[in-house]
């Protein structure tokens, strides 16, 4: 009797025990965030800023000078600029033909290579990725410029025509015919006007004897 009471009173005490467990494990989970597991939207991507390279004038003569601009690199970064050389076979675009003094054109001959190319120098931007550079070239012929910039990667070219000096005007034939024509004409009037005055004082000289 007393055994079955002592069983009894075991079975009631694990009871007791279960049930709070049992409801803490019946209980709903909260499901997991979906802020938690889901990454954060990303900007959207935005193109690299493009770099241009101008030149202060398109055509110039051989030993003329122009300014390189260059913008949108790196700032305080250094740009490597090449030239190419390719000869003029033809007039530059928008250039007139030479004109010799009869008034007759003659087109361009082409300019063969006179140095190497290509060329290379460098420039340095500022803190807003501008530069300029003066440059003087030394051959005749279509420059290409190409400037890189070495830590951003950005690049861009710009054109210069170089034609050869302009030379001055032969004297010909044609250009000293009127001044000669015209001092031929002034020397027979002075002769002319000599033999006139000549010619007065002669019959002076006579008349003012036979008075």
């Given at each position: ?57 398109p ?87 190409t ?49 006139l ?15």
């Amino acid at each position: 009797m007393r055994l079955s009471r002592i069983i009894m009173a075991l079975t009631v005490g694990l009871a007791v025990v279960a049930v709070p467990t049992a409801a803490g494990a019946a209980q709903p989970q909260p499901a997991p965030s979906a802020t938690a597991t889901t990454d954060p939207p990303q900007p959207p991507p935005y193109p690299p800023a493009a770099a241009s390279l101008t030149v202060n004038r398109p055509t110039i003569f051989l030993g003329e000078t122009v300014v390189l601009t260059g913008t949108g690199f790196g700032p305080n970064e250094t740009v490597d600029i090449s030239v190419t050389v390719t000869p003029l076979a033809a007039p530059a675009a928008g250039q007139a033909p030479a004109r010799r003094s009869d008034g007759t054109t003659v087109a361009m001959a082409p300019v063969a290579y006179q140095a190497s190319a290509p060329l290379n120098f460098t420039a340095f931007t500022d803190a807003q990725g501008r530069f300029t550079r003066s440059y003087t070239p030394s051959v005749t012929g279509l420059l290409t410029f190409t400037a890189t910039g070495r830590e951003s990667g950005r690049t861009a070219t710009a054109e210069l025509r170089v034609l050869p000096k302009r030379q001055p005007l032969p004297v010909t034939g044609d250009s000293l015919g009127t001044p000669m024509k015209l001092g031929g004409g002034l020397v027979g009037a002075g002769a002319i006007m000599l033999l006139l005055t000549l010619a007065w004082r002669r019959r002076q000289r006579f008349g003012g004897a036979a008075h």
